[in-house]
Structure formats: structure tokens, C-alpha cells
């Protein structure tokens, strides 16, 4: 849970906090008040070149083309946030189902749309009527195949199968 700094309630997230451009902003704009506030009571013309100099640095909230280690605080945090968004909020790209039945024991090979073999799993189900055996296996997976080795001898067999492919 996020803590608050003592003398400008300046927010402090914690490690397993999101990170929220909103909070980031609201700090920007009370430190930008503030020392706006001061140079303006101060009205010392060596102290403004300093404030300026803190002022660049931090930035503003529209900074961009920074990366993680250059460019402003606004730019690297705005270069942080752009990297995040990038982060696929579910593990799973796409899953395809379907079935095949018969009685052979060759492959049986099924069209299915592009995936990444490496990147996938392939899940094999048997449904048979009688009672003879009806081994299936995965034969092979290419980008857009699946090869089913079925060992039935019986035309009630139905192999349903699923494809899962992962980000």
C-alpha cells in the first residue's frame, strides 16, 4: 500500500503497487506549486536559475522520447508506462478445438489457422462406442497442421482435440 511523504503528501508506492501516471502527475503538480510558491517569495534571482534547473529535470507530464535511463523524469517514467501497456493481460493467444473420427491407423492431418508450435500445446481426447481399443497420439504440429496418429479399429472412435498457443 502506498505511503505519503511528510511535508507535501507526495505519493509513495510500494514495490507491488502498480505503477499509476496519475499519481506521478499529481506529485509533478504540487512540486511544481511549491516551488513556484517559493521562488516567487524568495524573489532572489540566484535561486530562480536553480528552481529552473530542478524544473527541467523533472519535466512535464507530456515529455516523451525518453527511455529508462535518459530524458527527463516525466520522459522515463512516460517510457516506463509505454512498456507496460505492451503487457499482453492474458497468457493465452488463442485456442482452437475440434474432432476427427474413424478407423485407421494413419495419420489424419488437420488444417488448423497459424500458430506458433513452440509456443502451443495440443490436448487429445478418445470417445469410443465398443469396447476396442482406440489409441490416439499426437503425430506432429506445424504452424498450421495437426497430425493425429490413430490406432482405432473402429469407425466409433472421435478424437477431439484442442490446440492452445501461448504468448
Known amino acids: 500500500m502506498a505511503t505519503y511523504t511528510t511535508n507535501y503528501q507526495l505519493k509513495k508506492p510500494d514495490q507491488e503497487d502498480f505503477f499509476d501516471i496519475t ?11 511549491e516551488l513556484f510558491a517559493l ?19 523533472l519535466g512535464t507530464t507530456d515529455n516523451t522520447g525518453g527511455s529508462q535511463t535518459s530524458g527527463t523524469v516525466m520522459a ?9 501497456s505492451l503487457i499482453p493481460t492474458s497468457v493465452v493467444k ?3 478445438k475440434g474432432s476427427v473420427s474413424g478407423d485407421t491407423t494413419n495419420s489424419v492431418s488437420v488444417s488448423i489457422s497459424p500458430v506458433n508450435p513452440q509456443k502451443s500445446i495440443v490436448l487429445l481426447n478418445n470417445y469410443n462406442t465398443t469396447s476396442v481399443y482406440c489409441g490416439t497420439y499426437l503425430s ?4 498450421n497442421s495437426l497430425y493425429i496418429k490413430m490406432a482405432a479399429t473402429s469407425d466409433r472412435t472421435i478424437t477431439s482435440w484442442q490446440v492452445i498457443e501461448f504468448y
Not at 140 to 143: A, C, I, T
Open 76 to 84: 522515463k517514467l512516460n517510457a516506463i508506462q509505454q512498456k507496460i
Open 140 to 143: 506432429s504440429l506445424s504452424s
Open 94 to 96: 488463442s485456442i482452437q
Open 23 to 33: 499519481d506521478a502527475n499529481q506529485n509533478m503538480d504540487t512540486l511544481d506549486a
Open 39 to 57: 521562488a516567487s517569495a524568495l524573489g532572489d534571482s540566484q535561486i530562480q536559475p536553480s528552481l529552473d534547473s530542478i524544473i527541467a529535470t
